[in-house]
């Protein structure tokens, strides 16, 4: 899982592809959980305001970690795109909700309903892309490598 940390050339298992997903969401929930509990002694010494509504352990470390995880993220979304045949600059279509919520701040409505606008399409695409992920692979080669 760690030797093709940023490559995006070849392909990628469906087991890769969410044997990576996985460790992310459980050492990222763990970040979130070691902040939720450190946060009222950081809070309690006074290190930062009471006012401020999200743990700040989860702001630095979170932060970091997301920054940190996005390139082989991708690298590994792309070659499992690669698996059956597809290019990997079909997962940019996945920024479309987000170029979206932008389009609509020149409209006279809430923001409630630009963000409204905005998640709709946000979880069509997450749904959509979680179920191509996990479409089988082609068998046997491919324009992008052997099968893995």
């Known amino acids: 899982m760690t030797d093709k940390y940023s490559d995006s050339q070849g392909r990628a298992s469906r087991k890769e592809f969410w044997s990576f997903s996985l460790v992310q969401v ?31 352990i989860w ?7 997301s920054v940190g995880t996005i390139k082989p993220w991708v690298s590994v979304a792309i070659r499992r795109m690669h698996d059956w045949g597809q290019s990997g600059f079909l997962l940019y279509t ?9 389009g609509f701040a020149g409209l006279e409505t809430s923001h409630s309903l630009k963000v ?33």
């Open 94 to 102: 996945g920024l479309m909700p987000f170029l979206l919520y932008f």
């Open 26 to 56: 459980i050492f990222g929930s763990l970040l979130y959980l070691i902040s939720v509990i450190s946060d009222p002694f950081v809070r309690g010494v006074g290190l930062v305001p009471d006012e401020l509504p999200i743990p700040i």
């Open 116 to 148: 409204f606008l905005t998640l709709l399409p946000y979880f069509l695409t997450v749904l959509i892309f979680a179920v191509l992920l996990s479409v089988r692979s082609n068998a046997g080669p491919n324009k992008y490598g052997p099968q893995p």
């Open 59 to 65: 702001l630095l470390f979170g932060g970091l970690f």
